[in-house]
């Protein structure tokens, strides 16, 4: 387990090594400064309110469950914002501990661990917004709310692995 937790470590602090080298790389050009990617990045599904939002009539939302979902949304932003600003220091934190000449690795390991934590603490905070929400829909939209995410994914080229959610092994 400690071993583990010493490799996740370990290539964390590469992948944020490689972006600072990358940051300095793209400090150097001149030009514009590259477009940012979305609150979630590159690869990641947009949130499920937008997606609701998008397709409410396609999914038969009716207004009760739209205005229930915005109620939702708007009770978790102060909490996930709160947690994205975290997040932000710890990383501004981190990019401080790496940019020394020989940085203190017990530093960087308890910073790296308050990282994670947070993002762990976000994840928690999205995934109970997530079924919050899906407590609302109904079982058919639920399965159309997966139908349109499967759909998105083959657009994106992405391939889904495994049988559907809930469903039943062939044969």
């Known amino acids: ?3 583990q937790a010493t490799w996740q470590a370990f290539l964390f ?3 944020i090594l490689q972006a600072l080298m990358a ?3 793209s400090a150097q050009r001149p030009g514009p400064p ?5 609150p979630r990045g590159p690869g990641h599904p947009p949130p499920l309110e937008h ?5 409410a009539d396609q999914l038969g939302l009716d207004a009760e469950t739209r205005a229930e979902i915005d109620r939702l949304v708007s009770a978790a932003r102060p909490e996930s914002d709160a947690l994205r600003e975290q997040l932000r220091a710890l990383h501004d934190e981190m990019r401080t501990l790496l940019s020394r000449d020989v940085p203190d690795e017990e530093a960087v390991m308890t910073q ?3 990282i994670g934590n947070a993002e762990t603490a ?9 079924l919050h929400i899906r407590a609302l829909l109904t079982p058919e939209q639920r399965a159309e709310l997966v139908r349109i995410h499967e759909e998105r994914q083959l657009r994106r080229g992405h391939q889904r692995r ?3 959610p809930h469903s039943d092994p062939p044969g």
């Open 1 to 3: 387990m400690r071993r």
């Open 13 to 15: 602090l590469i992948l």
């Open 23 to 25: 940051a300095g790389a």
């Open 34 to 38: 590259p477009q940012r990617p979305g």
């Open 51 to 55: 997606v609701l939002e998008r397709h």
């Open 112 to 114: 790296a661990e308050r």
């Open 122 to 130: 976000m994840q928690k905070n999205q995934l109970r917004s997530m």
């Open 162 to 164: 495994g049988p559907p």
